[in-house]
């Protein structure tokens, strides 16, 4: 009844005339401020798994594929219906919960990337999670926007509690004072990310050979080319898998749909283009749920074969965990 | 320093052996409950949209599209990577504020929806937004689930404030008494609904004609078949322009890619269908962004064409608002 009063001078019937039907204002609130925090939910058998966003950096299309025309990446752009001036290259990683642990594939940025990152603690911390007590990272490779995030550049450890897991392989490399020393002067900082973030902890570091269960559930697979030690993620639970293909490709948009361009922050073109083709075959043929690490958020979906290539094709969003 | 000392014990150099590589736990806190919420906010100029998840219902396959063979819709589910038992419907709200006005499209299923519908409340106070502010509600359609939310099982208004604008075709159509009765019993609870919803508030609904524009910057079109009177509304800011297509499809995996399939919710399949065509073309041809009712959440892309259908490209989820 209070409503009819309230609304009592408000027209009747079809509006019509001049102007717009509904033509009274308010005192509205605040605007409210914000996107929803970038985390998302998902199971793979028992092993509860939240994506973790961190957050994009634009990357200028020109000189960014190897070997491609610039005209046919830019042709992908638009297919994709993405902003012509430049890629969102966004981040997220992943947090699994299994057996009691609290388990990081990767750690994201940090304070070290692009203004328009470092976003990930905040939606940690969103999805329930505390760096206290994460119990292990688990690294995919050495590169800044996986590994930043262990350490801030203050030099404090991020994840006190946890024990740092990594490739051997990729330690192998990345570590080694001669190679960094030959290296060109272009390259030297993607040697110096891994030595600023686990020289202090490097006699804890436990590394894994690929084929090693890091943890129960999660088998790291030898996915080289993209880096010498590069690692994809097998997870396994009940009669569920999945795979967390990390960065066998850059955005799926331009990658997946064409697994033969080459990034420039592929290490070895050939092999990355080579594992790139081998795993989305894979992935492909079993219909597995995969995760990107640049996908956009939350990252995570399907792959098909299509034409000479393959299409990704993201989960449906569900408020189901 | 501290840190070095809790992780002595832990191995160093490559793990070997039998075992996993890290196989000490620790007792971890509760298992962190949820989904994040589920709201998406996005800018069409300078009106800020924000996307508002109600959930979804499963609809069984069987009996579901009326001029497609059964195998041939299992095989689009198959494509889409969609579950095999039944589809999940999924309904997506928008709220905008735009002139210190907060205006929605549509209100959900409120608490007369399936099971796993009902979240619409708790996502839109998780947004920032409070019911009892709302200015004004624009229906779209007068199916359940776009106005049971406007009105609790009780009997009490969600929106107090809130004038409710209407398609004048849709009014004229459903509260026509002469027709319910003529109805078969099996859609006489279609005219139920909007009796129950609207009935207590009739004298003070705003109807408004197809080419109206409901408030500033939101102009409602004809977009005839699903309903009789089923509109979108074109969205228009500054330069910018968008389409709320509404139920002019149901799930894009299943009727933007075969726009000719018709769902049994249509109540004129032939005009649902030109309609569908006519508006599909329209936002492919103009690369607009639109959000369809029952797109998975966010449910806001683009539509482009493919083959004798339509591919839906969903927006590439940002932080940034």
Request: charged share 20%.
């Amino acid at each position: 009844m209070n409503r009819r009063t309230l609304l009592a001078a408000a027209p009747m019937a079809a509006a019509s005339g001049a102007g717009t039907a509904v033509a009274q204002g308010s005192a509205a609130p605040e605007r409210p401020a914000g996107q929803a925090p970038g985390f998302y939910r998902y199971k793979v058998g028992d092993i509860e798994v939240t994506a973790i966003h961190d957050g994009f950096a634009p990357r200028a299309l020109e000189g960014f594929i190897r070997n491609a025309d610039l005209a046919d990446v830019k042709r992908a752009m638009a297919e994709a219906f993405l902003p012509e001036a430049a890629l969102p290259i966004t981040f997220t990683t992943l947090v699994l919960r299994t057996g009691g642990r609290t388990v990081l594939i990767d750690a994201g940025n940090g304070d070290a990337g692009a203004p328009t990152t470092g976003s990930w603690m905040g939606n940690f911390r969103a999805a329930g999670f505390d760096p206290a007590t994460v119990d292990t990272v688990i690294v995919s490779h050495f590169h800044g926007d996986h590994i930043n995030g262990l350490r801030l550049k203050d030099g404090t450890a991020v994840f006190p509690k946890a024990t740092i897991t990594v490739p051997e392989p990729e330690w192998a490399f990345w570590m080694d004072d001669g190679r960094m020393a030959a290296a060109p002067d272009a390259t030297k900082p993607a040697f110096a990310a891994p030595r600023r973030v686990f020289g202090p902890i490097a006699k804890d570091i436990v590394r894994f050979e690929p084929g090693r269960e890091v943890v129960p559930g999660v088998t790291a697979l030898p996915a080289y080319g993209h880096t010498p030690g590069h690692m994809a993620f097998a997870l396994t639970s009940g009669g569920a898998r999945f795979m967390a293909v990390s960065d066998i490709t850059n955005h799926p948009a331009l990658f997946v749909r064409n697994p033969d361009w080459s990034a420039v922050f592929d290490v070895d073109a050939d092999t990355a283009r080579q594992t790139r083709r081998r795993m989305l075959d894979m992935v492909a043929a079993d219909r597995m749920q995969v995760a990107f690490y640049h996908a956009p958020f939350p990252a995570t979906g399907h792959v098909a074969k299509e034409g000479n290539g393959f299409r990704f094709v993201p989960v449906q969003w569900t408020p189901a965990t």
